[in-house]
């Protein structure tokens, strides 16, 4: 679940719902600044790219806050075995896009020092390196798309995956991915609060603006138990709320 910010305490978003949030943005994708349309692999990947998620995404007590944890406070010990098996699955149907996924997972740690392997959180990041590096040449193999191709999709994939972290978090230093310009040449995207929603520089989507409606659920917090947070998570409806985007010039209209 992503956690985020709303009028009356925090709006919660399933991982799968944040999935179709992130393919709608690489169906948006493309622009003089970064070239385009993605490509259909690329949506794909983007609507599958939290598949391990998938029965395992239910409201775990964030004690501190009254609301159910975010991704990032989930231990590595149950966080890194989805970030292998959702690609895994994907890619028995979908090589390509199990590999695009693989890597943007993989991507998101970084390589452990030996002298750090001390530490058992590193040792369960470079272990999942490890699994993961050997997934990728597993999938790599059933693939014939080059290799700049395959660094062009998987970092749009990453691009409107961090776009979609920053909405509904509302917290805009989460963009800051390096995705190919329309020369070739890297560019690197970020994000600024704007009136209603972010901006986004240089502007990577086709529109002149995207706006997307999202499901989830408004919880009030300050939940004293995981008893008491499944009640209120299973009470709560399910509302949509709009997420705005636009560009930079655009961010004090």
Same mark, same amino acid.
């Given at each position: *679940? ?18 179709? *949030? ?5 169906r ?22 939290e ?15 009254g ?14 075995? *989805? ?5 895994r699955?994907?890619? =028995? ?55 700049? =191709? ?28 390096v995705?190919?310009?329309a ?36 919880l009030?917090?300050?939940?004293t138990?995981?008893? =008491?947070?499944?009640?209120?998570f299973?009470?709560?409806?399910? =509302? *949509? ?13």
């Open positions: *679940m992503i956690i985020g910010p709303h009028p009356r305490g925090y709006f919660v978003v399933l991982q799968r719902d944040h999935a179709t *949030m992130t393919a709608q943005l690489a948006a994708w493309g622009s003089p600044a970064v070239g385009g349309p993605a490509d259909e692999v690329v949506v794909v990947a983007a609507a599958e790219h598949r391990g998620w998938d029965g395992r995404d239910l409201p775990i007590l964030d004690p501190a806050a609301v159910p944890c975010g991704p990032g406070d989930i231990p590595l010990a149950a966080h890194l075995p *989805m970030q292998l098996d959702g690609p699955e994907l890619g =028995e149907s979908d090589p390509h896009a199990g590999l695009l996924v693989a890597i943007k997972h993989c991507n998101r740690y970084r390589p452990v020092a030996p002298q750090a392997l001390l530490l058992r959180r590193h040792r369960q990041v470079a272990r999942f390196r490890r699994d993961s590096a050997r997934l990728q040449r597993d999938l790599r193999a059933r693939i014939a798309a080059p290799d700049s =191709e395959i660094d062009r999709q998987w970092r749009t994939l990453h691009a409107c995956d961090t776009i979609s972290h920053a909405q509904l978090t509302a917290v805009p230093r989460l963009v800051g991915a995705v190919p310009g020369d070739g040449r890297p560019v690197t995207l970020t994000s600024a609060a704007a009136e209603g929603g972010l901006s986004i520089d240089p502007w990577p989507f086709s529109g002149a603006e995207v706006r997307l409606d999202v499901p989830g659920r408004v009030a917090g300050g939940c138990s995981q008893a =008491e947070l499944e009640r209120a299973t009470a709560a409806p399910v =509302e *949509m709320q709009e997420f705005l985007l636009v560009p930079a010039q655009r961010r004090s209209a």
